[in-house]
């Protein structure tokens, strides 16, 4: 579907040369949800924009749907971007129009006929559930709102690709969750690949199949998300998703307790607490839960349970040994023994 193959983009000023997307090589299937992740300054935007060509890469090819968008003329260009719908953080809406308005905009710039506007448009926000804010201006509008129209409008030519950028970082959780949701629905409804940028690992956790981190220019690691979670290979990685996987244990917890305080980590169809009540108690060993915490990435559960382990030595070690044999690995954070 999009392939970007040796992708280059160097912003030359006056005092520097800056290399925004450093060599990049992705490719996103069909029907994807791609997340590209990363801190600021690492090259997100610069990459999405190279999938449009909003940003002319320096060097290296932008594939969409077998064709190589560097190579076409301007006029066969502003065909091809009709197919890619953008989004983005701050909706870029028109102000001095309606929500039915500013998504007509759309379909008049690509030649749609007047006639066939109306009900396309009423499609359309039905579609993002805002029959009722037709007449309704921006300023108007909560920004969840605002960007269900940024969506419809970015939706009005049927594309085959739709590029976020940074969609949900101007609203809050809820209002996030909501927009993910509809960003799923049309991915399924339509088949729609979509292409997000995000420095939330969150947002990936919710809605992306795939997941690229890019660090200074570079994809530093790349791969559907339930590998990326489960085993991350690069710091940068293991910081994102502590953040989603995080805990942290009071310290007079671990001072105060008396026994082997172990982190039993769970992942696809160990995340199973029967597990742990089966083995600790065929060695004899009591299991008091400190802490745990279990979510569901692409429907797959993953997560942790901090616990303190008390019982003769002997068969709390034993325990330990069946633990790591029977879960994803345990982690000793306070040893008595
Ligand atoms: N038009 C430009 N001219 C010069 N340098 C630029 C330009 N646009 C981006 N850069 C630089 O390129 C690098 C990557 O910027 P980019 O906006 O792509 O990163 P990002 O990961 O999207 O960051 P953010 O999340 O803050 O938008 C940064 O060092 C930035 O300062």
């Known amino acids: 579907m999009i392939k970007l193959i040796d992708l280059n983009k160097q912003y030359v000023t ?3 040369t800056v290399h925004a997307v450093d060599h990049v090589n992705l490719h ?15 090259g997100k935007s610069s990459l999405l924009r190279c999938i449009n060509l909003l940003e002319r890469p320096t060097s290296g090819q932008v594939i969409v749907n077998g064709t190589d968008l560097t190579k076409l ?3 066969n260009l502003r065909i ?12 870029n809406l ?18 749609v006929k007047e006639p066939a506007i109306p009900g396309r448009v009423k499609e359309l926000l039905e579609l993002v ?4 804010k037709a007449d309704h201006y921006p300023s108007q509008l909560s920004g969840g709102q605002k960007q269900r129209v940024g969506i419809a409008r970015a939706l009005s030519n049927n594309p085959d690709v739709l590029l976020c950028d940074e969609a949900t970082s101007a609203l809050d959780p809820k209002t996030t969750e909501s927009i993910l949701k509809l960003l799923k629905e049309i991915n399924q409804k339509l088949s729609l690949t979509i292409v997000l940028i995000t420095h939330e690992m969150e947002v990936v956790k919710e809605i992306c199949n795939r997941v690229a981190v890019m660090e200074n220019g570079k994809i530093i690691e790349e791969g559907d998300t339930y590998s990326i979670f489960a085993a991350p290979q690069q710091p940068l990685t293991r910081d994102f998703i502590d953040k989603v996987l995080q805990y ?9 307790s008396r026994g082997v305080i172990v982190n039993i980590l769970f992942r696809e169809s160990k995340a199973e607490e029967a597990i742990v009540s089966e083995v600790l108690k065929s060695c004899g060993v009591t299991g008091n839960i400190l802490h745990g915490k279990i979510e569901y990435i692409q429907d797959k559960p993953m997560g942790f349970f901090i616990m303190e382990l008390t019982g003769p030595d002997t068969e709390i070690r034993k325990a330990i040994e069946m633990l790591t044999d029977r879960t994803a690995g345990v982690e000793v954070l306070r040893n008595v023994l």
């Open 80 to 91: 091809a971007r009709q197919k890619i719908g953008m989004i983005f953080q701050h909706f």
């Open 94 to 111: 028109l102000s001095s129009k309606t929500a039915a308005e500013n998504v007509a905009f759309n379909l008049k710039a690509a030649g």
């Open 28 to 42: 996103i299937r069909k029907g994807d949800i791609y997340g590209i992740v990363g801190y600021s300054g690492a």
């Open 14 to 16: 006056r005092s520097k």
């Open 129 to 132: 559930g805002l029959a009722d």
């Open 248 to 256: 942290k244990l009071p310290e007079r917890l671990l001072e105060r």
């Open 73 to 75: 003329p301007k006029k």
